[in-house]
């Protein structure tokens, strides 16, 4: 048996997906080359940018310093998979009105980023300050906009996500 | 860039992952991958095999007994992050934790790792060696432990055979008479530190007995301090910051003379927080 192949399957945005990766694969190559998923970029290859960040087993991650075949059995969401199901619709909407975007290439890394702070935000029921937001994002490049737009964006939806459960 | 190939095999316990280590020599050990799977991207590293330790049950739980804190080596940094073992009785880690790199890769990264991985820049080694902690290790010949002024050998270089696996961390066991200081200069939040410096001590009235600093960021390893620490158990600040024992090189960060300096400006406000009570 070859070990620099092996068979894995695992969930991805909701379907269950079989195939035969090279042990050598990361997960962002995976999804993009063998899943035709291109919505998670590649960039550093090294962990430093964040713009290959996906969601496993429910958690945010690198997608370029993790294995696909570390996923056998794993549960992964990708920009296309939040942007299907609606979760991330007004984050979505509130990068446009911002202007949080300029070229895109960090945007789906912001997003799941972003949306992990918004989530914590809702069950704890507290609106994250600014220097936390900053932090939260802190692992993630953007060449394009200064930022400033997208703490805007991601604060304006936490005040609407958590003040309009109060 | 794209990794070399290799193969890969998931041991499913601690003596399967001992014996394919032995079988392969130039075989790594994978846990959270966070630093690993970088440098095989960049192909600074081409094993021929991958030995992924992250199906070997147990290795990841938190426990405090006899006076100490155990950390299994598969500990997820958010993990101890949000641990209230770890926050009561080992608050140095807890303090040092979200330093340590971003969210996304505090999710996957493991305490073990990183004291097996031992970067001289990281925050743990130090908070290891500051807390006089010890490293649970098991190999072809059983099971042993290392104390953490003996793990640190050199440029990611520890003690550790080549068959080794890192099993668990240990340090100390807080109580009242614990104190704590942590603080690192970074350009940017989650960066590695130019420099940083992790200190324990325990009070002794109004003194302080036991100090240890461990500054990182500052030479091949974590390294004690150990003429200042003399100087700060007898209560003189200015004393330690003149006996800085440290000669750290230049690097992309700074220049060693910068990194002295600001080692000193560390060991001021860490003073600081060693001499005040813990809430």
Redesign the interface.
């Given at each position: 048996m070859?070990?620099?192949a092996?068979d894995i399957t695992l969930t991805v945005n909701g379907e269950t997906v079989s195939e035969r990766v090279?042990?050598?694969k990361?997960l962002v190559?995976f999804l993009r080359e063998d899943l035709a998923l291109t919505g998670s970029h590649v960039g550093c290859?090294?962990?430093v940018c964040?713009t290959c960040?996906v969601r496993v087993n429910g958690?945010?991650?690198?997608g370029?310093?993790?294995?696909a075949?570390?996923c056998d059995g794993a549960t992964v969401e990708t920009v296309e998979g939040l942007s299907d199901s609606g979760e991330i619709a007004d984050l979505q909407a509130a990068f446009e009105q911002r202007n949080a975007l300029q070229c895109g290439y960090c945007t789906p890394g912001m997003l799941a980023?972003a949306q992990?702070?918004l989530k914590r935000a809702q069950a704890s029921r507290q609106v994250p300050s600014r220097d936390e937001i900053?932090?939260?994002l802190?692992?993630?490049y953007c060449r394009c906009t200064g930022y400033h737009a997208i703490v805007d964006a991601v604060e304006a939806v936490a005040l609407a996500r958590v003040g309009g459960e109060q | 860039m794209k990794p070399a190939p290799f193969a890969y095999r998931k041991a499913q316990t601690l003596d399967e992952a001992v014996a394919l280590l032995g079988q392969h020599k130039d075989a790594r050990l994978i846990a959270g991958g966070q630093s690993l799977i970088a440098t095989l991207n960049m192909r600074l590293s081409s094993p021929s095999l991958l030995v992924d330790l992250n199906g070997i049950a147990g290795l990841d739980r938190i426990e405090v007994r006899d006076g100490m804190v155990e950390i299994g080596a598969l500990t997820r940094h958010v993990q101890a992050e949000r641990s209230d073992a770890i926050a009561q009785f080992a608050p140095l880690i807890a303090r040092v934790m979200p330093h340590i790199a971003h969210a996304a890769i505090r999710n996957r990264g493991t305490i073990g790792g990183s004291i097996a991985f031992a970067d001289p820049a990281a925050e743990l080694p130090a908070c290891l060696l500051a807390l006089g902690g010890e490293v649970v290790a098991t190999g072809p010949a059983g099971r042993r432990t290392i104390k953490a002024d003996d793990f640190f050998k050199g440029l990611f270089e520890t003690a550790l055979g080549p068959q080794d696996v890192l099993t668990a961390v240990r340090v100390p066991a807080a109580d009242a008479n614990t104190r704590i200081g942590f603080d690192e200069l970074a350009r940017r939040h989650g960066d590695y530190a130019i420099v940083g410096l992790a200190a324990s001590a325990r009070a002794d009235g109004t003194r302080l007995a036991d100090v240890r600093l461990a500054f990182f960021g500052v030479g091949d390893t974590p390294l004690r301090a150990r003429k200042a620490e003399a100087a700060l158990a007898g209560g003189d600040v200015d004393a330690a910051v003149a006996a800085l024992d440290l000669e750290p090189h230049d690097d992309v960060q700074a220049t060693g003379k910068a990194k002295k300096h600001l080692a000193g400006v560390l060991l001021r406000r860490v003073a600081k927080q060693l001499m005040e009570p813990r809430p």
């Open positions: 070859s070990d620099t092996l090279d042990a050598r990361t190559d290859e090294h962990g964040g960040t958690d945010i991650v690198r370029c310093l993790m294995l075949v570390q980023t992990d702070l900053r932090e939260h802190s692992g993630n | -």
